[in-house]
């Protein structure tokens, strides 16, 4: 029996383990420590944000944000509907409602002339959202300009989900530092990892301090506990914050390999009638967090979920590309301007294992699998 090949698993480098042993060493276990500290300033020197809060997740950073902009029950937030739930998620948390908008085929994210369009309609019936949340998708950077510019010129502010985008490029900056505030994840399957962790980032000091704040509680300056505020507990440990400033050693390293994994599908693959590879925009580098690509069912004899289920035969793991927001049953009652392009690229779009720790003989055989799966149907 082969041995499984996942799609994305934790790479570990030798610095890690380091950092965890000075924590215990020291005994720094808690949700405070020099690890936190380091790896914020570290996480700031990396990706050229201002300022940097470690929390427990990119889930908890998106939920900081909103409620760092008083985001509540009734209010709309536009949001990217190709991704992940985690996106939209901290807006059910409170109470306001997402509208999704919709991909272009260029970026796979947020399409600036459906945004533009969907804030004015909104300005003239006096219901501007409270913040845009763009995502980053498969660590491609949206178009962040015009996106920048449409939520300008209507005095929206922009919080761009960075997740799967660390180490990615626009115009030589990193996506997640254009926006008011921006979040990445350090998930398990993410680019690096804590096992779990996130980092919420600002220009502006004063909404990281608020973000600690809030992540620890909300406790007043006071020698008793005295709250005046909701708090919540979604600080990093400083034992993960070790973990997390090994791995920000290798990031490049990481983002390496992971385009490396494209470049050979690529290669390899490309030919294949009907399929496509997501494209990559001119305006910056992916990290091919994860390779996609789209397939046209006529064109290569079998269906995205038929290539998924022959994969799994073969142990080997693929995933189609994240389902739309607004097609989710749980989001089914909420605004959607567009939707088409996502979910065109939702039933044709397919992950390939893509993980920095892959090796050529893994790789091979994908190809190889990808290319069997392709001529069965000639038998
Ligand atoms: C992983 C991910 C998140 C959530 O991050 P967690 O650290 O798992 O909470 C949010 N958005 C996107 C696009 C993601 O891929």
Redesign the pocket.
Known sequence: MNKPILLSTPHMSDRELEFVKEAFATNWIAPVGPHIDAFEQEFCQVTGAGYAAAV???????HLALRLLDVGIGDEVFCSTL??A??ANPIAYQGAKPVFIDSDRTTWNMNPDLLREALEKKARIGKLPKAVIL???YGQSADIEPILAACGEYDVPLIE????ALGATYKGRSPGTFGLMG?????G??IITTS???MLVSDKPELVAKARFLATQARDTAPHYQHSEIGFNYRLSNVLAGIGRGQLQVLCDRVASRRHNYEVYLKKLGDLPGVEFMPEANFGTSTR?LTCLTIDSEAFGFDREQIRLAFAQQQIETRPV?KPLHMQPVFAECESIGGEVAADLFAQGLCLPSGSNLTDDDLERVINAFRDIHSLQFK
């Open positions: 427990s997740s990119g889930t908890a950073a998106i991704t992940f985690a996106t995502v980053h998708l989900d960075a997740a799967e979040i990445y994840s350090f998930n399957n993410k779990g962790g996130g967090w994240w």
